[in-house]
């Protein structure tokens, strides 16, 4: 075709822009059988979606920090995109049938998503505090950094009461003040200070809007966690998880946590 470059001897081509060598490279199954590759991608694939969502919760925290919204909302909005396309990689995988699975699962030896930095971070930005996040990462000086910073900062949900503090909104001091590296407790101030936002939406428009926002990030939450579990029970049944855990039952029990708890009890006040 004329007019279309063909020669990239000497120039950047679509596969050198991408790093698609490495890219490409990257899926090594351990088996000749033919569900690791999928099992691999989907991991994978996952992973870099994790990646963004890390970028741009990054991004979200900075701006909340600052009381730019707008930004953060832009950030916020991606981030449910990118839910939605993971929520949907559920049915790929789901095409794999025990079987299939058992095929090469020895192979996998002890390595779990449980042992997903990424993940964790996600969760750690978020607001979840708890200890056994960071354990599997301790022979990572790297990742613990990382891991670390994130545990001892505030997160996203940190940030969103901070502003409505500085909005005039009577967040207690104790909730403010907190040792940000200990699990987040539940306020019935908080769920005050929510409500006030929900029954005068017009008057604090951009906060009811975030709070909207944060809504849909954690239903999204659920949803992968749910999707998670439901495809891992038709996959492994009642078996015990790879990393160790009761599997199923475990990834039930993760379905109960909150990241956001007051913006769930609100509904039911208003
Ligand atoms: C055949 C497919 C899969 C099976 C059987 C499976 C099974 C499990 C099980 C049993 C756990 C609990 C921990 C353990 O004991 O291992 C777990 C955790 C986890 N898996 Fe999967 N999984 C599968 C696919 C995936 C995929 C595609 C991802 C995407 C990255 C993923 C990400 C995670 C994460 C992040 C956790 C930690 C969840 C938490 O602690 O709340 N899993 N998985």
Redesign the pocket.
């Known amino acids: 075709m004329k007019g279309v470059e063909t020669d990239f001897s000497r120039k950047m081509s679509y596969t050198d822009y991408l790093g698609l060598d490495t890219l490409l490279a990257a899926q090594k199954p351990l088996t000749g059988q033919h569900d690791e590759n999928l099992?691999i991608i989907?991991?994978q694939v996952?992973?870099l979606w994790m990646k963004l969502m890390n970028t741009e919760i990054g991004l979200a925290l900075s701006c909340l920090r600052v009381d730019d919204l707008r930004p953060a909302f832009k950030a916020l909005a991606r981030v449910s995109r990118i839910q939605r396309q993971m929520v949907e990689a559920w049915d790929v995988?789901s095409t794999?049938t025990p079987a299939d699975?058992l095929s090469f699962r020895d192979s996998l030896g002890s390595s779990?998503?449980?042992q997903?930095w990424q993940?964790r971070l996600l969760e750690i930005r978020l607001g979840a505090r708890d200890s056994f996040m960071l354990k599997p990462h301790q022979h990572r000086a790297d990742l613990s950094a990382i891991l670390n910073e994130s545990f001892h900062a505030p997160s996203l949900y940190d940030e969103a009461l901070r502003l409505l503090a500085r909005r005039g909104l009577p967040i207690p001091a104790h909730v403010l003040e907190r040792d940000l590296a200990t699990p987040y407790e539940a306020d019935e101030g908080v769920v005050a200070a929510w409500g006030v936002i929900y029954r005068e939406s017009a008057a604090y428009f951009d906060l009811y809007e975030m709070a909207e926002e944060l809504v849909d990030l954690e239903d999204s939450f659920l949803q992968w966690r749910f999707r998670?579990m439901t495809?891992?029970e038709r996959?492994?049944g009642q078996r015990?998880?790879?990393?160790?855990?009761a599997?199923v039952g475990?990834?039930k029990q993760?379905l109960e946590r909150r990241f956001f708890p007051e913006l769930w009890t609100v509904r039911g006040r208003l």
């Open positions: 099992f989907i991991h996952q992973e995988l794999m699975y779990s998503g449980f997903s993940y998670h495809t891992v996959i492994i015990m998880g790879t990393g160790g855990s599997g475990y990834l993760a």
